[in-house]
């Protein structure tokens, strides 16, 4: 069974930048696109990012847009999202997740919090 691993988060103020890393080891992920997910205290989990299985193509959240950079290591069955500019709203656990995969039911991983803050 796969397992995401993320990792990264932490505290940032605002208009500070942050970058994190999701591995899934032992995953064929090369295969897959992967997307980067978030939940706010008291909302909805929601997609806000992602990239294509060979990471030609990337697409984001209005949220992010302009503020994020997605990418992917396939050699090292990682991948990373890099956010500047970040707001108090951007505060969430943040998760990746092959989008195939959740449709399936495959189970989501510990998650990395990033709390923007002064």
């Known amino acids: 069974q796969v397992q995401f691993v993320e990792s990264g988060g932490g505290l940032v103020q605002p208009g500070g930048s942050l970058k994190i890393s999701c591995v899934a080891p032992?995953?064929?992920?090369?295969?897959?696109?992967m997307n980067w997910f978030r939940q706010a205290p008291g909302k909805d989990r929601e997609s806000i990012a992602s990239i294509s299985s060979t990471g030609e193509y990337v697409n984001f959240a209005h949220s992010v847009e302009g503020r994020a950079t997605i990418s992917r290591d396939n050699a090292k069955n990682t991948v990373y999202l890099e956010m500047e500019n970040l707001q108090v709203s951007d505060t969430a656990v943040y998760y990746c997740?092959?989008?195939?995969?959740?449709?399936?039911?495959?189970?989501w991983g510990q998650g990395t919090q990033v709390t923007v803050s002064s």
């Open positions: 997740h092959a989008p195939t995969l959740v449709q399936s039911g495959s189970p």
């Open positions: 032992g995953f064929p992920f090369s295969q897959y696109a």
